[in-house]
């Protein structure tokens, strides 16, 4: 049994950053040294960087990051692309005597690695189904229909050309996890790969949550992001892709077209991060076990000490954190 710890957490309420302090302060206890797995649906993707808050090339040379820039953003990468890459992080990780952590915010791949079960807590987005059922009503319950057949035979097969609302279903499944909804039924319970999964959850006040993500949003807005979604749309990698669906690059793909104002776009992208926000803190307050902790009562230094503890008592000691 391999003893793991998951830092979670909601979107902009800093994992990255204590992250980081808690892992130097990790390997300055004598522990094997620690590397971090992504666990972004998002940062898989190359060139996708501004968006995504991706940690810079410097923090990783210090501290190895895995699972980020590993697939073009046209390039399929459903939750078993992650699970598998996620396995074989961890058991090259381990191979080299270092200890792993899961740093990162998309509930599913979670559920998909440490809860024995593929089609756990089927991720949601009421945006993404209303699109869908708008394209339905425009054009056609039959184009809707071809929609999915092309992208899932077997679930298309199933389903009525007519059933707009279970067609709609698995297209947004399919929109957010990047697999064939037949695939995750059909892999129903999956392999235990003999992880023991410690989640330290992170916290804020919502209103201080939604703050930070208008905040992080606007410096992303004003850094480069409209400037790096034009340079994918110019590349090829548009809309027709699950990546492109993003939190922020669908909205900006849009202002691309001419279809919405900039600040259109920066206020569409913040109201779907604030929902997606609200959807993670329900998906994480059914994790077990965990830890939660407040940010925004501690300080930092304070909470970097109270997260490597815990782990610490996770992990067991050296020979126990990597066997």
């Not at 034009?230 to 909205?251: A, N, T, V």
């Not at 993670?280 to 940010?295: G, R």
């Amino acid at each position: 049994m391999s003893r793991v710890i998951a830092l979670i957490g909601p979107t902009a309420v800093g994992k990255t950053a204590l992250s980081l302090d808690a892992v130097e302060k990790l390997n300055a206890r004598g522990l094997p040294p620690a590397e971090i797995i992504s666990v972004d649906s998002r940062q898989v993707y190359r060139y996708m960087d501004v968006g995504t808050d991706k940690v810079s090339f410097a923090v990783r040379r210090e501290i190895p990051h895995h699972l980020i820039d590993i697939a073009d953003p046209d390039e399929p990468f459903s939750v078993s692309s992650f699970v598998e890459g996620a396995v074989s992080a961890v058991r090259r990780i381990t191979a080299r005597g270092r200890i792993p952590v899961f740093v990162g915010g998309t509930p599913f791949y979670y559920n998909a690695l440490f809860n024995a079960s593929m089609n756990a807590s089927l991720p949601h987005d009421p945006e993404v189904r209303r699109r869908y059922e708008e394209l339905a009503a425009q054009e056609g319950a039959g184009v809707l229909h071809s929609r999915l057949a092309e992208l899932d035979p077997v679930t298309a097969e199933r389903l009525h050309p007519n059933d707009i609302r279970r067609v709609s279903r698995a297209l947004e499944i399919w929109a957010l996890t990047g697999t064939p909804p037949s695939q995750l039924y059909a892999e129903g319970k999956k392999l235990d790969f003999g992880f023991d999964v410690l989640y330290i959850a992170l916290t804020r006040p919502r209103a201080e949550l939604f703050t930070r993500i208008a905040d992080r949003l606007s410096e992303e807005f004003s850094s480069g992001f409209p400037e790096e979604v034009s340079w994918l749309i110019e590349h090829g990698f548009d809309e027709r892709f699950p990546s492109m669906q993003g939190l922020g690059y669908r909205e900006l793909a849009a202002w691309r077209r001419g279809k919405m104002s900039l600040d259109e776009a920066l206020e569409g992208s913040v109201t779907r991060t604030r929902a997606f926000c609200r959807r993670q803190m329900t998906w994480f307050s059914k994790f077990e076990p965990v830890l939660w902790y407040d940010i925004s009562v501690s300080s930092a230094s304070q909470l970097v000490d109270k997260v490597v503890e815990a782990a610490l008592s996770h992990l067991g000691g050296t020979e126990e954190a990597v066997s």
